[in-house]
């Protein structure tokens, strides 16, 4: 499977972007997807997550009400709808699969970039003040 990120750009505070993750392949409806973010010198940061069927989403606490993470299982693709979007919300966003079929029975191992085996190439956010 691979995965393409695209909807990245520049912003003012405030505004919105909604990304993109489309990812190849015909089993994409049993993949666990998320989004992660990464600044320079940073580790890469969990952002929110959604189940095979959309059903259950996770989210960091910074993106909690600004942020909505959603599925088309027969487009293939994984949004990240970015609200009130804030200075630091800068970064670079990936999209990531797990693509295994054992289940994350845990937030911390949901939020874990080594639990997910396939990564998007990133998409730049810049939000300006």
């Known amino acids: 499977v691979q995965l393409q990120a695209s909807g990245g750009g520049v912003v003012q505070a405030g505004g919105s972007l909604r990304l993109s993750c489309a990812a190849s392949g015909r089993r994409f409806s049993s993949y666990f997807m998320g989004w992660f973010r990464q600044t320079p010198g940073k580790e890469r940061e969990f952002v929110a997550a959604?189940?095979?069927?959309?059903?259950?989403?996770y989210y960091v606490d910074s993106a909690k009400g600004r942020f909505t993470i959603s599925r088309d299982n027969v487009k293939n693709t994984v949004y990240l709808q970015m609200d009130s979007l804030k200075p630091e919300d800068t970064a670079l966003y990936y999209c990531?699969?797990?693509?295994?079929?054992?289940?994350?029975?845990?937030?911390?191992?949901?939020?874990?970039?080594?639990?997910?085996?396939?990564w998007g190439q990133g998409t730049q956010v810049t939000v300006s003040s």
């Open positions: 990531a699969a797990r693509t295994t079929s054992s289940v994350l029975t845990s937030l911390r191992a949901r939020s874990t970039p080594s639990s997910y085996d396939v």
């Open positions: 959604i189940s095979f069927s959309g059903g259950n989403t």
